[in-house]
């Protein structure tokens, strides 16, 4: 089981930015994927990017590309959500999650998940 703890939400205006950040721990397995989802009051979870803790699989949700850009430090097994250019529609709750790639990106599911981070984009 791996245990995430996320963190870095707020309140930003639109246009601005904000870094989440995620730190993993527990026992990862070989080809372990961190996932960023969101889920706004009222819709479904969302995926929203992932990338494999070696880093040599990235992908971004067509909604955001461009402007939120995932990365990971091995070294500190955090994995990073920079968003720019924020719009009003990404407010929601921000939530890490782990587990393989094809879960994380081809089923938007996980078997572990943080407790997730506020992120309110205001106009």
């Known amino acids: 089981q791996v245990q995430l703890v996320e963190s870095g939400g707020g309140l930003v205006q639109a246009g601005g930015s904000l870094r989440l950040s995620c730190a993993a721990s527990?026992?990862?397995?070989?080809?372990?994927?961190m996932g960023w989802f969101r889920q706004a009051p009222g819709k479904e979870r969302e995926f929203v990017a992932a990338?494999?803790?070696?880093?040599?699989?990235?992908y971004h949700a067509e909604s955001v590309k461009g402007r939120f850009t995932i990365s990971r430090d091995d070294a500190k097994n955090t994995v990073y959500l920079q968003m720019n250019s924020l719009k009003v529609e990404d407010t929601g709750v921000y939530y890490c999650?782990?587990?393989?790639?094809?879960?994380?990106?081809?089923?938007?599911?996980?078997?572990?998940w943080g407790q997730g981070t506020q992120v309110t984009v205001s106009s």
């Open positions: 999650a782990a587990d393989s790639w094809h879960s994380i990106v081809r089923l938007a599911r996980a078997r572990d």
């Open positions: 527990g026992r990862f397995f070989n080809g372990i994927t």
């Open positions: 990338i494999t803790l070696s880093g040599d699989r990235i």
